[in-house]
């Protein structure tokens, strides 16, 4: 019966660890008074900056006679998304500015969100000085329908993908009336509004990739050289089952006597950590060269579809075979029982992309990885 249990154990850590190299992610960025940055440019002061308001507008109105164009720029820190994720959903909400002193929304006011592609300063920026801005990828604001209107999940995920992918010409958002002709607003409250509630709100959802760990070994005389063949990982650390550690990515390492050690190597990068262990037999013979029991071999590599899994030393044991590529995705898996002390068994992959791919073989008494190329 236990070992039953142990096999059902072991098919579970396969499938669960197989499919978790993306998680998806969903951050809420809704900064204050302290970290958001916003304001006005307004063509009634040209030269005045209004980076301190509690209100962000889009409006063509006039103020005691005179006509006067106003939009708003603001942006939001993005440095909290790790690099190289996959941006699947970008959000933002507005909300209606109840305080501000203004009529509200009103007239034909449907917008434009732009992306700002130059740099600019809260307490700097003007109308003379605006910075540029870019109409790929804009996001258009339907005419407001009430005079109070919020506006909840406005898509802007092409616009927060151009602003990931190009970060150095990319510094937030311009909101712009479309036709700039009196009488036309949109109010609605900035990062510096009291009631932190209605301030601007981005909810950006992601996948990112997490590290997947596995690695490989060879002899160096009387020595381990351990090698490191983990995918997206940015830091290694090494636990040689000995006391011993070490975060070099390909560390060398001797064992102080004869014996198994289980080696364990934990990579990690902004998304996430993994760990793989294996079971290190490490022997020397009388003539101090090191003997190293592995159990299965995987030829030929590079392969160019068909490869044999050689099996040692693993007779009546069941063994349980799982391929997966390097997104971590099971293209193949299977098990069997092996009748012999070398066994060879053969599997066709010749339909997979080429690529890098890890094979793994569990059974009762070890878990051991091995990264083939299929060209």
Known sequence: MKNI????????????TFNKSFSQTTIILQPGTDDGKDAMV??????????????????????????GITRS?????????PDSVEIL??????????????????????????????????????WNNQPSVTYNNQVRIQTSTISTQDYPDINVT???????????????????????????????????????????????????????SAFSYSLENN????????????????????????????????????????????VENDCSTDIFCDTIKYYLGSDNFLILDNKFNVFPNPSKGKIYIELKNLINQQVYICIFNSHGIIVHKQSNII???????????????????????????????RKILLN
Request: proline share 4%; glycine share 4%.
């Open 42 to 67: 307004r063509t009634l002061y040209p030269n005045t900056p209004h980076g301190d308001k509690e209100t962000i507008m889009a409006a063509a109105w006039t103020y005691s006679g005179e006509f």
């Open 158 to 212: 092409a616009l927060i993908i151009d602003i990931i992918n190009d970060p150095e010409n990319s510094f937030g958002f311009m909101l712009k009336l479309q036709d700039e002709s009196k009488y036309r607003s949109l109010i609605f409250a900035s990062s510096d509004h009291p009631v932190s509630e209605i301030r601007p709100k981005l909810a950006i959802t992601y996948d990112c990739a997490e590290p997947i």
């Open 89 to 126: 959903d970008a959000r933002l909400n507005l909300y209606y500015n109840p305080t501000c002193g203004h009529e509200g929304h009103y007239g034909e006011n449907e917008s434009y969100l732009q992306r700002i592609t130059s740099s600019w300063e809260e307490y700097s920026v003007n």
């Open 73 to 81: 720029l603001f942006d939001f820190d993005l440095s909290v998304i």
């Open 339 to 369: 009748n012999t002390n070398e066994e060879k068994l053969l599997i066709n992959l010749s339909k997979m992309p080429k690529g890098i791919y890890f094979v793994k073989v569990v059974s009762d008494s070890f878990t051991e990885t």
């Open 223 to 266: 020595y381990v050289q351990f090698i490191d063949e983990s995918i997206l990982s940015e830091s290694w650390y090494w636990d040689f089952g000995d006391g011993y550690f070490s975060n070099l990515q390909n560390p060398i390492h001797s064992y102080s006597e004869n014996g198994n050690y289980f080696a364990c190597l934990t």
């Open 5 to 16: 249990y142990l096999k059902q154990f072991f098919i579970f850590i396969i499938i669960f």
